[in-house]
């Protein structure tokens, strides 16, 4: 089962600090300088704690890290950040415009601590690879600060919209009825409302309806690894199970709310509604570069294999949405390419994995384009050696533009219904294979273990 806790959270006092100025976007989304700006903008902003700058004389003593944990345990001291009186959920809305388009549309869902669940257990699927690195880094982190300042993204299902109706009250004409505690817009210009549930009765209410939901990991892989192995060490440590509630017999009366068995058993997480609109998927494009001998005309010549190739006059996006199949689009120096995959050699090339995985744009363009056609090997491509992953396409057109990639390759997004096949079947898609549009905000609540 999904358990779920309510938690008294950190947040910050808006009567302190300009809220706006100290919200961050999540760390694997923050360019360098997006960063300073973050730095500029309020010696309190978050980035000082999710992703600090490091010092060439940082040393195990004195590190990006523990300069987070200094900061946190300042601010808390300085009432910066303040422990809410009483344990509570949050109501959470994102009011934004589909990118590239004039669609606007709102996603719901709730902040809750969430039960940290092995992927053997089937409670919690995946949906894609992770980086090593990545998990290193916020494990190093997480040890220095044992907070979390970041939500992770968990997507489930419920065609009743129980947790919607009883947060947010719609009214008959779809407006909410009760008027939110915080509102911030972003600098994509997304608002952000929140609203403060702590009514015991109502809590409970929501605690039952996610009890038999699976949940399916949108944001946040690594985090959520990271979280699962230190809990996994600290179960062992405590001697405590951490599988097993607190609360034996689980049952929940109105004045009573569930808490983890230890605090790191949980961590911070917002739940969406697969159900319900609002829900973007935004596609990830791939750029390669640091290839001393890559030839634009030789890869194309290999590609035939696979792909019908047509060239393009302009690098733009229509003829992917128009295929209407598995496709990409090729972008090198000296050429536009559409590259439309031909079925029956594709599935004879992917038949050591499952149909369902073969049928992906995702996984196409892994195994077959970047591997067989390019060259990169699987463990380079987890290394992030050869590749970066972007969500503009223009970016991607000026980085092989500027001489700074050797080719990139465009690609449609993932639609919903083909990651909540991959994920609860229990297959994986390659890092990045998704990008949910628009990101939680980090900063709106904080879970202190201490």
Not at 335 to 345: E, Y
């Amino acid at each position: 089962m999904a358990r779920i806790y309510p938690f008294r959270a950190l947040r910050y006092d808006p009567a302190r600090v300009p809220m706006g100025d100290v919200v961050t976007q999540p760390y694997d989304k923050i360019s360098p300088e997006m960063q300073q700006r973050y730095y500029d903008a309020s010696p309190y902003n978050l980035i000082r704690v999710i992703l600090g700058k490091k010092d060439p004389a940082d040393t195990e003593e004195s590190s990006v890290y523990t300069r987070a944990a200094e900061s946190l345990t300042a601010w808390r001291k300085d009432r910066i950040l303040l422990e809410e009186a009483e344990p509570a959920l949050y109501g959470y809305a994102q009011t934004y415009k589909v990118p590239g388009t004039e669609e606007i549309r709102e996603r719901r869902g709730f902040i809750a601590l969430g039960h940290l669940y092995d992927y053997a257990d089937k409670v919690v699927y995946r949906h894609e690879q992770t980086f090593p690195k990545h998990k290193s880094d916020r494990m190093s982190l997480f040890k220095a600060t044992r907070t979390y300042c970041e939500q992770i993204y968990m997507l489930y299902s419920d065609p009743a919209f129980t947790a919607e109706k009883l947060i947010f009250g719609a009214g008959k004409n779809g407006t909410d009825t009760t008027p939110a505690d915080l509102a911030i817009t972003d600098e994509y210009g997304v608002v952000h409302r929140v609203w403060k549930l702590t009514d015991p009765t109502l809590i409970n209410l929501i605690v039952t309806a996610m009890a038999d939901k699976k949940l399916i990991i949108a944001d946040g892989h690594h985090r959520y690894e990271t979280s699962v192995a230190y809990a996994k060490e600290r179960s062992a440590q405590l001697r405590l199970p951490l599988g097993q509630p607190r609360d034996e017999d689980e049952k929940l009366s109105p004045g009573h709310l569930p808490v983890p068995a230890f605090p790191e058993a949980a961590m911070m997480m917002t739940f969406v509604n697969m159900d319900a609109p609002g829900i973007t998927i935004l596609p990830t494009h791939r750029v390669v570069f640091g290839l001393d001998q890559f030839d634009t005309e030789a890869f194309l010549t290999r590609a035939e294999e696979f792909f019908d190739i047509e060239p393009l006059v302009t690098a733009d996006l229509e003829p992917l949405v128009v295929s209407g199949a598995v496709a990409f689009i090729a972008v090198a120096r000296d050429g536009n390419h559409l590259l439309k995959a031909k079925p029956a050699a594709i599935a004879a090339a992917l038949k050591d994995i499952s149909p369902r995985q073969a049928q992906l744009d995702v996984v196409q363009l892994h195994r077959i384009v970047l591997e067989r056609l390019v060259g990169l090997t699987a463990a380079s491509i987890t290394n992030a050696e050869n590749i970066r992953y972007v969500r503009e396409a223009e970016d991607a057109v000026a980085q092989v533009r500027s001489s700074a990639a050797n080719i990139a390759f465009f690609i449609r997004p993932v639609t919903l219904d083909q990651l909540r096949d991959i994920s609860l079947s229990g297959d994986v898609m390659p890092q990045k294979s998704t990008d949910f549009y628009p990101k939680l905000l980090s900063g709106l609540a904080i879970y202190a273990l201490d």
